[in-house]
């Protein structure tokens, strides 16, 4: 069973342009979340999402980031008109349902770099 | 905020000795969760435990948790240079994880 795919592993961006950022679950689960981490710092919490659906999105920044979950594909993360501060790891996890009585499993992450 | 807070920052200890992260929080959570990261990588999971359990174990690591104190610690016995890490907990709300700056642990071989 393949965990959590992640990729890019590594995006270089320069500013203005776009990034997206592309989680496959784990085989069997539908439910993603998204995380950011800064250098140093701990991973902060962006968005979670079902197929189809946002179900939380109180961590993302109000412009410029969309996420989505189709019913089809992976889930993705865009960020456009990317700016020096975007720069960080960003990691997605899966779990097999939400609510709280689950682990999530947390992918390898894509390490973004906006020059 | 339901963020965790890890102590000490950073630790380093001899190869076989025991080593005990700490983990503050300030809202009523659901559970908490340890995970750990390697240097570059994505994090591991390494233990749940629920708001009604007290303690649990995993091999060599043992995870407590009071919920009066709102206050949880991580025991990892006989530690290992391939220990090496940042751990985290991650108190859990509703739907997402709180993770806090983590604690970074060096065994020294």
């Known amino acids: 069973n393949a965990g959590v795919m992640q990729n890019p592993r590594h995006l270089v961006r320069r500013r203005g342009q776009e990034a997206r950022l592309r989680c496959s679950p784990m085989?069997?689960?539908?439910?993603v979340y998204w995380y950011r981490q800064l250098p140093e710092e701990g991973l902060k919490f962006m968005v979670y999402?079902?197929?189809?659906?946002?179900?939380?999105e109180s961590g993302m920044p109000k412009e410029r980031f969309s996420a989505e979950f189709p019913k089809e594909g992976p889930s993705i993360l865009r960020i456009q008109q990317v700016v020096r501060g975007d720069s960080a790891a960003y990691f997605c996890?899966?779990?097999?349902?939400?609510?709280?009585?689950?682990?999530?499993?947390f992918g390898p992450g894509t390490r973004l770099t906006v020059t | 905020s339901q963020q965790g807070e890890e102590d000490p920052q950073a630790l380093s200890i001899q190869e076989g000795e025991n080593a005990t992260m700490n983990c503050s929080y300030k809202?009523?959570?659901?559970?908490l969760q340890w995970y750990r990261q390697n240097s570059g990588r994505g994090l591991v999971h390494l233990i749940l435990?629920?708001?009604?359990?007290r303690e649990k174990h995993s091999g060599r690591l043992r995870v407590t948790l009071d919920t009066s104190k709102k206050s949880s610690s991580l025991l990892i016995t006989a530690s290992r240079a391939a220990d090496t890490a940042s751990y985290f907990c991650?108190?859990?709300?509703?739907?997402?994880?709180?993770f806090g700056t983590g604690t970074r642990l060096t065994v020294i071989p």
């Open positions: 996890a899966s779990s097999p349902t939400g609510g709280t009585a689950y682990e999530q499993y």
């Open positions: 085989k069997g689960h539908s439910h």
């Open positions: 999402l079902q197929k189809e659906n946002i179900i939380d």
């Open positions: 809202t009523s959570i659901n559970n």
């Open positions: 435990i629920r708001s009604n359990e």
């Open positions: 991650a108190p859990q709300g509703a739907n997402n994880l709180f």
